[in-house]
């Protein structure tokens, strides 16, 4: 990477929205850091404002968001024109779409003003497409009108092979884990802030609540196998309501484990939960690469995941983490005392968790992947 380029590349990012999720999150640490580098950064969202452009403004990002109106065809023609405009007289040298609403609308646009530098990234298993055929038929027809296409994990780049992404343009670039992931608090001071007994037996699952999640079979394991976990144990459920906190909440304490069980909601303090916790948990149904299983991985957290998709790319079963079928309660049941009650493993595990997040998934060697993707391409369109 060229870190004393003369006339920076200029990047435009389309999202849907900056709101708080994985993709969200994942561009708040990287574009930050390709700005450091020299890149000169613009996001469009084709919504409004949401939490993460305030982050991003902070860091010197600007942040160009549609203006909401009603009805829905409206704001996506708004959408579109916002992101023509920027295309139009910004004139980037790259165009970066994240996810797909923003891969359909900016990836069209982009498409009709001739812009011969485009990119799509996707972040998930495309169990999205369902039943949807018009976004299948548009994002296959994009796939083959992309400079490049990135996937977080083997899994996703196996099913863009699949929708007819050309190999040559298909990249897997992992996500950067940023330094402070690292540098947890304090055991003590964190269950002190957090009102938990030091004594006390803690896991943490990070993840909005939805029910692809996998919630419900957690709570599901955990009350069959109530009596054979530690004394005093915690589950702390750290994430975004999307509508089915009080059914989690009903659901535990028909089982009994209602008082085991703290619903923090959104939380920016991570590094204060994995301080505190002496288990990651991530029980999804799909995933593409997640972010929360990489960040506890770097607090040095032994884990139990689901095999869903990248998950088990990043923890490794056996050696950082427990990896079990996903929708299997009972399998995650006995995952989760196996761990709990043999603190050794969990030892050798969470160190091993560490070393892996540090050498795999750093934050300088996924925002140096993007800046070797970019400079390439458009040093090839140049020479053509």
């Known amino acids: 990477m060229n870190d004393q380029r003369t006339i920076p590349l200029k990047v435009l990012f389309v999202v849907p929205m900056l709101a708080v999720g994985g993709a969200e999150k994942h561009l708040a640490t990287v574009l930050p850091k390709l700005r450091e580098t020299g890149f000169d950064i613009r996001v469009v969202t084709a919504r409004g404002e949401a939490v993460l452009d305030a982050v991003l403004r902070e860091t ?44 359909i609308l900016g990836g069209l646009t982009a498409w009709l003003a001739r812009h011969p530098v485009r990119v799509m990234s996707r972040r998930s298993l495309n169990t999205y497409q369902k039943d949807r055929r018009v976004v ?16 977080n994990s083997e899994a996703v780049r196996t099913e863009l092979l699949a929708e007819g992404v050309p190999p040559g343009r298909l990249h897997v670039i992992r996500n950067g884990i940023a330094e402070a992931a690292f540098r947890p608090s304090a055991k003590a001071d964190a269950r002190a802030r957090l009102d938990i007994p030091e004594d006390a037996f803690v896991m943490t ?3 909005n609540l939805i029910p692809y999640k996998g919630h419900a079979d957690l709570i ?49 303090d991570l590094a204060e939960i994995t301080g505190a916790s002496d288990l990651g948990l991530l029980v999804s149904h799909e995933e593409g690469s997640p972010n929360s299983v990489l960040e506890s991985m770097a607090a040095g957290l032994p884990m139990v995941v689901t095999d869903a998709g990248g998950t088990a790319e990043a923890a490794i079963d056996g050696q950082t983490a427990l990896v079990v079928p996903a929708h299997d309660s ?55």
């Open 60 to 103: 010197g990002v600007p942040v160009i968001n549609t203006p909401m109106v009603r009805p829905s065809p409206l704001r996506r023609l708004a959408a579109c024109r916002t992101i023509w405009r920027q295309i139009r007289d910004w004139r980037p040298d790259v165009v970066h779409f994240f996810l797909p609403e923003a891969y």
């Open 136 to 151: 299948i038929a548009l994002e296959h027809f994009l796939h083959r009108r992309m400079a490049a296409v990135t996937g």
């Open 205 to 207: 699952c990070v993840a």
């Open 220 to 268: 599901d394991a955990l009350i069959s196998v109530k009596d054979r976990m530690p004394a005093n144990w915690l589950l702390l459920l750290a994430g975004r309501d999307d509508g089915i906190g009080e059914d989690l909440r009903r659901r535990a304490e028909a089982g009994g484990i209602g008082g085991n069980i703290r619903l923090l909601g959104f939380r920016d």
């Open 330 to 384: 009972a399998a995650i049941a006995e995952a989760i005392v196996a761990l709990a009650n043999d603190p050794d493993r969990r030892e050798r595990f969470g160190d091993a968790a560490k070393a892996r997040a540090r050498d795999t998934f750093s934050l300088e060697a996924c925002t140096n992947a993007y800046a070797q993707l970019y400079e390439g391409l458009v040093s090839a369109e140049q020479q053509q």
